[in-house]
């Protein structure tokens, strides 16, 4: 059974930053790219950053520059280290795999607010 539990969220001041991981089980986490969303209140979810199985990266472009996505598939995690956090970036933050895996984990919220 395939699970992704995301964690590392919490309440932020403009400027800071944090860093979130989401811990995947049940697949063969090495073979699959990655994918951080996040969910703002009242907009549609949006994928932020990629990671490939070989560690090529893309981000969206409002992150470029600020979020940095890496992976350790000996422990089968992908992390999203956000800096220069902006009010903005307030969401729900969540993880899935290309193709997706046809669910969504419970996510993790950030709040970026003085």
């Known amino acids: 059974q395939v699970q992704l539990v995301e964690s590392g969220g919490g309440l932020v001041q403009p400027g800071g930053s944090l860093t979130l991981s989401c811990a995947a089980s049940?697949?063969?986490?090495?073979?699959?790219?990655m994918e951080w969303y996040r969910q703002a209140p009242g907009k549609q979810r949006e994928m932020v950053a990629r990671?490939?199985?070989?560690?090529?990266?893309f981000y969206e472009d409002s992150v470029q520059g600020r979020f940095t996505i890496s992976r350790d598939s000996a422990k089968n995690t992908v992390s999203l280290q956000m800096n220069s956090l902006k009010p903005e970036d307030t969401a729900v933050y969540y993880c899935?795999?290309?193709?997706?895996?046809?669910?969504w984990g419970q996510g993790t919220q950030v709040t970026v607010s003085s």
């Open positions: 049940g697949i063969s986490f090495s073979i699959y790219a």
């Open positions: 899935n795999g290309v193709p997706f895996f046809g669910f």
């Open positions: 990671i490939t199985s070989r560690g090529s990266t």
